[in-house]
């Protein structure tokens, strides 16, 4: 009963290091997105891939890229990480349906000092 | 997507019924009233959805008002690990760059022995 899976859990950077944070999901689902959550704060949308083959971007994209590698798996990477990316960053896949529900990953606690 | 309020924190008794509420007074015809939870460092927990008709899964149930301009959710007994923050959340299909979901403060539920 995986559902979203992501790794690592915890990663810590200096700052200019450059890191992919992965997400693979087993639910085929088609929509998968990628969001950053800060200490008392709501969610973020980063970037979000609606079908295989298809990336755009959310509310905060810049300073990162996605990939969509196959229908179960979506990266995020940060080419030259900044403390402003200090966040948990959380993956989450959706069924084609529009109204169906996004299912999230436990996130990925991301320090850059 | 409509606006929801939400009480910024309950008080439950252990093995008691929580009842969440939510208003969205602008819901418009077409968008769903979402439920899901956050328990601390943990990824959003999807708990269950709605168009217009009451729902029940195994984890909750979901009462939307007649007009729509209100819902609760209802844990039918509540248990410590029902503590968390649950989001109430509305939005219509496409209404948004890859519906994505908007997470405002949530009701902080307490549940206590």
């Known amino acids: 009963n995986a559902g979203v899976t992501q790794t690592p859990k915890f990663q810590v950077l200096k700052t200019g290091q450059s890191m992919t944070l992965q997400c693979a999901q087993d639910?085929?689902?088609?929509?998968m997105y990628w969001y950053r959550q800060d200490p008392g704060m709501g969610l973020r949308l980063i970037y979000y891939?609606?079908?295989?083959?298809?990336?755009d971007k959310g509310e905060v994209p810049n300073g990162y890229n996605v990939s969509r590698l196959n229908k179960r798996e979506f990266s995020l990477r940060l080419e030259s990480a900044a403390p402003s990316q200090t966040s948990v960053y959380f993956c989450?896949?959706?069924?084609?349906?529009?109204?169906?529900?996004?299912?999230f990953g436990d996130g990925t606690r991301l320090s850059i000092l | 997507d409509a606006k929801t309020t939400q009480p910024p924190s309950m008080d439950c008794a252990e093995g008691r019924a929580a009842n969440l509420p939510c208003n969205h007074s602008?819901?418009?015809?077409?968008?769903?009233v979402y439920w899901y939870r956050q328990i601390h460092s943990q990824g959003p927990q999807y708990i269950i959805h709605?168009?217009?008709n009451n729902e029940t899964n195994e984890m909750a149930s979901l009462i939307i008002t007649e007009d729509r301009k209100s819902s609760t959710l209802i844990l039918p007994h509540a248990t410590l690990r029902d503590t968390a923050v649950y989001y109430c959340?509305?939005?219509?299909?496409?209404?948004?760059?890859?519906?994505?979901?908007?997470f405002g403060g949530g009701t902080r539920l307490m549940v206590k022995p």
């Open positions: 639910m085929n689902h088609n929509s």
């Open positions: 959340i509305v939005r219509g299909p496409g209404a948004n760059a890859g519906n994505m979901l908007t």
């Open positions: 989450a896949s959706r069924p084609g349906q529009v109204h169906q529900p996004q299912h």
């Open positions: 709605g168009l217009k």
């Open positions: 891939s609606a079908s295989e083959g298809t990336t």
């Open positions: 602008t819901i418009s015809g077409n968008e769903y």
